[in-house]
């Protein structure tokens, strides 16, 4: 059945599902490892290991989740039923994960965390795959499928900038709004903010299925964890792209779940939420400019290896220099907006260069194995950036553990909060893991890439000439049969 042009209203729908999708995925994901262990008082080992561990479940779940919409036929299609199922559910139970007491014993407190947080991860995947697996049912293949695409791609951008610039203030705003001097701020600020999160989530998510009719009958293909990483075994080039995408999504999610931390603990404790919220804007800022400007741009004077290898030292020195700043004890929240321009514009363009690279790596599986592999290494792509975000958590909260970073503050239990600067010691070991770690990474990543990966330009012009001349030989086999 021939799909007709997707009209404005249909764009529109489509992309504020994205905003709404990833202002839910943004909030939980930032802030779910500070409000446990540092408002809640979780103990910062037992949620890296929950973090951890809810990635790794998520290995099985996603293409568990994926053949159970595969299979789903209802009079309102296979993709907006669950949509919308797991919309309320993964709403409902975002407010109940931050909105857990803090009078529990310390092993209820972990077991609240664990089976809040997982089943959290459960219910956003059975939003998140139908969302993206419903677009060839409404759409043409080509421009306009690409064109929605990356239309949904910029807005769920959008919902993840939103809540970095406005989450911390927002809690302070709605933590301290009619609170009677009982409470700390933080504890009703994140379980009011949770709630209006989810309720925009919900009403978004509304629009989209209200809007947003499937008009076609698509097969869903969806790859098996053994497909995965059978696939990517088979293909050097693909492997060595995952750990590049593995060591700078480990590097950058150690620093964003440390970087609060520095500023409450150590750079401004005073005046953190607001200079947290500075560093935010700006370095969300760097990030979209990178992608939509700075790589285009950087793009007509070299190739994508040359951006790649000045991304990984832009990264690089942007540490350095954090880490030069914060040793120097000034307290100008500007000056650091220097390493943030660094890290973050460097950031999004690797995200733009790695996604292109991959995908050379399918021209290149098909030349070597006589097969393309798009849909399974792409899953892959997604299952290793949260497993990165995992493993990051994890680090993060051994870090906090061993330099005891955690809420030690007057007043700790009610509205009027005097947060304290951590000791030295605290300190020093904050800055050093924030920074040192992170480029050490990088590090690793960049000696794998150089070393295995060798999909160049001229290789490229190879592999599409050799793969031409396969597929008219056997386009001539099918007609002479």
Not at 222 to 244: P, W, Y
Not at 268 to 288: D, H, L, R, V
Not at 411 to 435: E, F, I, K, P, W
Request: aromatic share 12%; charged share 15%; proline share 2%.
């Amino acid at each position: 059945m021939e799909t007709k042009k997707l009209t404005g209203g249909e764009k529109f729908a489509y992309g504020i599902g994205a905003v709404g999708k990833d202002m839910m995925y943004m909030f939980s994901a930032s802030y779910v490892l500070y409000y446990f262990q540092d408002v809640i008082g979780v103990s910062a080992v037992a949620m890296g290991i929950i973090l951890l561990a809810a990635r790794i479940f998520d290995a099985f779940n996603d293409p568990i989740m994926g053949i159970i919409v595969a299979k789903t036929k209802t009079k309102w299609g296979k993709f907006r039923p669950w949509l919308l199922i797991g919309t309320i559910t993964n709403s409902v139970l975002l407010v109940i994960m931050f909105s857990c007491p803090p009078d529990l014993s310390a092993g209820g407190l972990v077991a609240y965390a664990a089976v809040t947080y997982i089943l959290w991860g459960v219910t956003y995947t059975m939003m998140d795959i139908p969302y993206w697996s419903m677009i060839p049912a409404f759409t043409k293949a080509g421009k306009e499928r690409e064109g929605l695409s990356a239309l949904a791609r910029s807005c769920a951008g959008v919902g993840s900038a939103l809540i970095s610039v406005v989450t911390v203030m927002a809690v302070k705003f709605l933590g301290n709004l009619f609170n009677d001097g009982s409470a700390n701020y933080e504890v009703l600020g994140y379980q009011r903010f949770a709630i209006v999160v989810a309720a925009l989530f919900i009403i978004f998510i509304i629009i989209t299925c209200a809007v947003v009719k499937e008009k076609s009958n698509v097969d869903m293909q969806t790859a098996t964890v053994g497909e995965m990483f059978k696939a990517l075994f088979k293909n050097d080039q693909a492997m060595t792209i995952v750990v590049s995408i593995v060591c700078i999504n480990i590097a950058l999610y150690i620093t964003s779940n440390l970087v609060i931390y520095f500023f409450k603990y150590d750079f401004s404790p005073a005046q953190w939420e607001a200079n947290y919220t500075i560093f935010n804007i700006a370095g969300g800022g760097f990030q979209i400019l990178a992608m939509m400007i700075f790589f285009p741009l950087l793009r007509k004077f070299m190739n994508t290896m040359k951006i790649f290898y000045v991304s990984f030292f832009m990264a690089m020195a942007g540490y350095v220099v954090l880490l030069g700043l914060a040793f120097t004890g000034m307290d100008n929240v500007y000056l650091l907006l220097i390493p943030a321009f660094l890290i973050m514009s460097a950031i999004g363009m690797l995200n733009v260069v790695v996604t292109v690279f991959l995908a050379n790596t399918c021209d290149y599986g098909e030349l070597k194995n006589n097969r393309r592999d798009e849909s399974v290494i792409f899953s892959m792509q997604t299952f290793v950036v949260k497993l990165a975000s995992g493993v990051a958590a994890f680090v993060a909260s051994l870090v906090l553990s061993i330099f005891n970073i955690t809420q030690d503050a007057e007043g700790a239990d009610t509205a009027d909060v005097v947060y304290q600067r951590a000791s030295d010691a605290s300190c020093m070991g904050l800055r050093m893991c924030m920074t040192i770690i992170p480029i050490v990474i990088l590090i690793i990543g960049l000696i794998v890439f150089k070393a295995k990966y060798k999909l160049t330009d001229e290789k490229l012009d190879e592999i599409t000439s050799e793969l031409d001349a396969r597929h008219a030989a056997e386009g001539n086999k099918s007609a002479e049969a």
